[in-house]
């Protein structure tokens, strides 16, 4: 997918207005000062932001149920800003994103002020642990932990409807035999619109 393809491809599958377009503007050109900075993604994709990272992130809304202003998105280890500040910018979802580095937590809320998108984003500067218990609607996870240590770490923000929308790259299937029997029913794997080798879990409960 070339950045044009994954513009398009954003257009096609997203109500996008000139005031979002500009919110995912913005979100790259901070992204890249930043990168000035700190280690936040490989140089290898910078060059390639719209389709390895935008529409990577993007894609998972439409593996979620169609939100309302009142539906709670967990994304956890955000680091970057994926998936949870592009689920922020281009959904009504209540983003809430978990990152325990101080100076990604810094530009997390640099862009959230600047994107103007307090109304429905937050970062809470704190490792999971430490993080009193909610409810959950959707709970994300890019590059966070082992799906085995995942599981235990993050279910006291689960219900029985929380849709899971995991990120796992070629280690999908792996990951997911490592699980109980009883938890692997929870989940089936879809194939990234980003990388035909990369694998997507997607569960409930």
Known sequence: MTEDEAQAWISANFDVPRETWERLERFISLLREEMLHQNLISKS???HMWARHIVDSAQLLL???????DMIWLDLGTGAGF??????ILSSYQVRMVESRKRRCEFLNKVIEQAEIERNAAVFHDRLENIDSFSADIISARAFAPLD???????RFSTEKTVWLLPKG???????????PKRQKMFHVEHSLTDPNAGILVGKG
């Open 170 to 180: 070629k280690n999908a299937v792996r990951e997911l035999k490592g699980l109980s």
């Open 45 to 47: 994709s910078a060059d």
């Open 63 to 69: 593996l979620a149920p169609k939100p309302d202003k």
């Open 149 to 155: 240590r995942l599981i235990p770490l993050s279910h």
């Open 83 to 88: 998936p949870g500040m592009v689920i922020a």
